[in-house]
């Protein structure tokens, strides 16, 4: 058994996938429209789906907005430096919810974006 993918619903998908890609580096590895039910899917991710999980954006058409909800925590992000994405994310408009820095409670560097939609998104340079 093995993690398929999460999935997040946006209120503007080009905007979403912008974040993703630009910001985090990931690609787009498909995208479906379904008129029938009036949503769009895209799957993106750091490499092919049969090999690591995918991060799969809903856009319900006609829908702006959700709430993210209290159940929801975060998105963790593996990146070499912390300081330095949080850095370039910043120069590229991205809201900053935590600098880049140590933890509280330990070693390890962290920083907190926010998504388009109020995702949040942790960085950290955790070594496996």
Known sequence: MRILHTMLRVGNLDKSIEFYTLVLGMSLLRQKEYPKGEFTLAFLGY???SEHPALELTYNW?????????GFGHIAIN???VYEAVK???E????VIREAGPMSSGDTIVGFLQDPDGYEIELLSKKF
């Not at 006609?62 to 209290?70: F, L, N, P, Q």
């Open 88 to 90: 370039k994310a910043k």
């Open 47 to 49: 490499g092919p789906e």
């Open 79 to 81: 990146v070499d430096n």
């Open 62 to 70: 006609g829908t702006h907005d959700y709430a993210v909800g209290t």
């Open 92 to 95: 590229q408009g991205v809201k």
